[in-house]
């Protein structure tokens, strides 16, 4: 299958901070890539659909200005989390669909942050 | 209603037997069906994927998919120990086929 990477895998900072999270596919192109959101026990929420070359669609209830995401190429797109709060700290996975023309979406292995 | 509906569990299934997991949707205009298996701190991989009427499989999978019923599944045969984790079914969005809606999940205990 497709691969999907993510860095960092996990991160602790202070609240306050802005942290940047990157996903990457790697031996395909994916001009959209997805972004999703879990707290423990819940399931995925999806955050945002990141388009490259052009703005980031996000879901109802999700902060645009908080939340920024840049698609700045084919293969790579990232998530900052800016001024975060303990509230923010979860499991953050990237997907993307491959360029097969299926809607397969593969996922990277997430990112677990931690805002202290 | 939500969109994709799967009963939470736990579901325990002893080893070897079959273990069945059911999920609905409420968009009939879904084309495209997904199971992905999640384990505790992982992200979710792909098991199956399902776009017509009827019964696929894979090795020990069988999704099954009845579009009248807007009723999807996930047999495991022969149940391993490794099985046990979270199942996700997941259903293309209304508004674009790539855009997924995942159900809540439905946890699985393989017992030994």
């Known amino acids: 299958g497709a691969v999907v990477s993510q860095h960092p895998s996990w991160v602790i900072c202070k609240s306050g901070t802005s942290v940047k999270i990157e996903c990457r596919s790697l031996?395909?192109?994916?001009?959209?890539m997805f972004w999703y959101r879990q707290f423990p026990k819940q399931s995925l929420m999806l955050m945002a659909t990141?388009?490259?070359?052009?703005?980031?669609?996000?879901e109802q209830g999700v902060e645009k200005d908080k939340f920024l995401i840049n698609h700045a190429s084919l293969t790579l797109s990232t998530l900052t989390v800016t001024s975060a709060h303990p509230e923010d700290s979860s499991f953050y996975i990237c997907?993307?669909?491959?360029?097969?023309?299926?809607?397969?979406?593969?996922f990277g292995p997430g990112t677990r942050l931690t805002v202290l | 209603q939500k969109e994709v509906e799967q009963n939470s569990g736990p579901l325990s299934v002893p080893e070897g037997a079959i273990a069945s997991l059911n999920c609905t949707y409420s968009d009939r205009g879904s084309q495209s069906f997904f199971w992905y298996r999640q384990y505790s701190g992982k992200s979710p991989e792909l098991i199956m994927s399902?776009?017509?009427?009827g019964d696929k499989e894979d090795g020990r999978f069988t999704a099954q998919l009845n579009k009248a019923s807007q009723y999807v599944s996930l047999l495991i045969r022969d149940s391993q120990p490794s099985d046990s984790a979270t199942y996700l079914c997941a259903v293309n969005g209304a508004q674009g086929a790539q855009k997924l809606v995942f159900g809540q999940g439905t946890r699985l205990t393989i017992n030994p």
């Open positions: 990141s388009n490259e070359g052009s703005k980031a669609t996000y």
């Open positions: 997907s993307a669909p491959t360029d097969l023309g299926t809607d397969t979406q593969y």
């Open positions: 031996d395909f192109q994916a001009t959209t």
């Open positions: 399902i776009y017509s009427n």
